[in-house]
């Protein structure tokens, strides 16, 4: 196995930000008291640090690699729906936000199930909603290792299979190591690798094409020799005239579907105050639209190539059979050895700033949401993070597991998965926070609605000649497409509110939010979460960066609310 020099400059630049991250989740152990800690920990994180990380969780490895690719394969319509994602922040921060930062420090809330439990009481939308996010969490990580190995296997020239083993054990001892105040300080500077890397993909992209008008123009005498216009720069020609339907589709998908992303969404839990949500909204936002939006072009820089016959013949065959090698091909065609090793580590950024969260909601659906609240309450806070990490090493083997399938099939299960994530929180939420009529039996079977239809619909838009029964035909396509997100959302909403609105609210079948907020339910015990012993400053103290991001963000009052 010989490496050229190039690549053996990207791989130092990629083991020297790797140690850095591992160094930041061990120096983040000893701040770990309980799942508080563990999970959102100490509310006196500066807001704008928050807000890159919600951005930087958002920012998964799909953006980095196979939204390029979508681009390259369909066309600029990418670039809109990316734009569509950014929409999630501010609609999350109104509808639920400002109440679910609210009732977090009043109930001692730090889980989505949580949430819902306090909305609609009883166990069971908390299991329901746990083994949802369980799920989705799973389904969804699988593309994201997927990311991983179309990184890491040209690089390393190892197998597709083992660069994502290797990638899942380097992440993987982050995660379990540092928790929550390690992706905080960790995110920030991964979020600082991914806006580097997109502003040099994007200009040395520009500068490789001879800017945007030479770019559109060469793609566009090349598309008029396309027989069949799979890519196109015509929105609604792209797709072979599926174009349109689907983007509508899929702005929905990615704007509210995304406002209901738990691992996203539970970063406004950390916010020192509920009156920051509208900074965080707008600092989230212009991070992820800004990284998404660049990064597509690469998708056009590479079908540029393409267009112009630059590939080499190897390069072709590996782009026909998987279209997420077109941001691969150009970094390493394009970009200096060092450039290209912040690339890669902006890619593995992505992937773990997605995944920790994915991680830590999954761990958390079963140590806490299922053990703890649900069978055994005794359970003490060091052995509920014990328990903890003990599953988070559960879902990594059985990701591990799952990535030995077909990549055709990983990426319907990261599709299942964001689906299923949406479905099971965002209308349980949104309602639950903001309509006092919501009831306990409805809330259980609107998210199992929203689990199962999600899941089904993403069953049934398959190609038929992988699953026989299936509708996903070119007919269907260019007829009628919803993303199955939406069906599961849709699913949801109606039966939460319809069953809500035919049952009558009791104390027995409401949450503490509701049942409180009426006067009759004593009030509820103290908040589970320990009193901080130091705040963020006496802590931050003992990390070298501490003074300058202190003058490059704003930090909140020291004064305890």
């Known amino acids: 196995m010989e490496y050229t020099f190039e690549e053996l400059v990207a791989i130092v630049a990629l083991i020297v930000y790797i140690a850095v991250i591992w160094g930041i989740a061990i120096w983040a152990r000893r701040f770990i008291k309980g799942m508080a800690e563990f999970y959102i920990g100490t509310r006196r994180v500066p807001v704008a640090m928050i807000a890159l990380y919600g951005a930087a969780a958002m920012a998964s490895g799909w953006t980095f690699v196979g ?27 109104w509808l639920y936000g400002w109440k679910m930062r609210y009732y977090s420090e009043k109930y001692g809330l730090i889980t989505m199930p949580d949430l819902i439990e306090a909305c609609y009481g009883g166990k069971l939308p908390r299991i329901i909603a746990a083994i949802g996010i369980i799920l989705g969490s799973t389904f969804y990580l699988t593309a994201q290792y997927k990311a991983m190995g179309t990184l890491l296997g040209p690089l390393l020239h190892v197998p597709y299979h083992w660069a994502v083993v290797i990638g899942i054990i380097i992440y993987g001892i982050y995660v379990f190591l540092g928790g929550f105040m390690a992706a905080v300080y960790a995110n920030v500077i991964q979020i600082a690798v991914m806006l580097i890397a997109s502003f040099v993909i994007f200009f040395a992209g520009l500068a490789f094409v001879g800017g945007p008008s030479n770019l559109f123009s060469v793609i566009a005498q090349w598309e008029a020799t396309q027989p069949a216009r799979v890519f ?11 174009g349109i339907g689907m983007y509508i589709s899929y702005i929905f998908t990615f704007a509210l579907g995304g406002a209901g992303q738990p691992h996203v969404v539970t970063k406004m839990y950390a916010l020192a105050k509920p009156e920051q949500l509208k900074w965080y909204a707008v600092f989230s936002a212009l991070a992820f ?28 065959n590996m782009l026909k059979a998987d279209v997420d090698y077109a941001i691969i091909w150009f970094t390493l065609h394009n970009l200096p050895p060092v450039l290209v090793g912040i690339f890669y580590a902006a890619v593995l950024a992505a992937v773990f700033t997605t995944s920790d969260g994915f991680l830590m909601m999954s761990s958390a659906g079963f140590a806490r949401d299922i053990v703890h609240k649900c069978i055994k309450p005794d359970l003490t806070p060091k052995q509920e993070v014990l328990l903890a990490r003990i599953f988070t090493l559960v879902i990594i083997i059985v990701a591990i597991a799952l990535v030995w399938v077909p990549p055709a099939i990983i990426l319907v299960l990261g599709i299942w998965g964001w689906g299923t994530l949406a479905a099971v929180t965002l209308p349980a939420v949104a309602i639950g926070v903001n309509w006092k009529r919501v009831t306990k039996w409805p809330g259980a079977l609107g998210i199992l609605a929203g689990l199962v239809v999600a899941a089904g619909m993403g069953l049934l838009t398959l190609d038929p000649k992988v699953v026989p029964f299936a509708l996903g035909t070119l007919k269907y396509y260019q007829t009628f497409f919803l993303h199955p997100c939406i069906w599961g959302l849709l699913a949801a909403t109606v039966v939460i509110v319809v069953g809500s609105l035919l049952t009558k609210p009791t104390p027995q079948n409401q949450g503490v939010i509701w049942t409180e907020a009426k006067g009759i339910a004593p009030p509820p015990p103290a908040a ?30 020291r004064s305890k609310e």
């Open 528 to 557: 589970s979460v320990e009193a901080e012993k130091k705040t963020l400053y006496e802590i931050a103290e003992t990390f070298p960066t501490f003074k300058l991001l202190r003058h490059l963000f704003v930090t909140p009052s």
């Open 232 to 242: 196109s720069l015509d929105m609604s020609a792209c797709l072979l005239g599926a």
């Open 67 to 93: 939204q390029p690719g979508s681009t390259f394969q369909v066309g600029p319509v990418v670039c809109v729906i990316a734009i569509a994602a950014g929409m999630s922040f501010p609609i999350a921060a």
């Open 289 to 316: 639209t800004w990284v998404c939006t660049t990064l597509s072009f690469a998708g056009l820089f590479t079908r540029y190539a393409w267009a112009q016959g630059l590939i080499s013949p190897e390069w072709v």
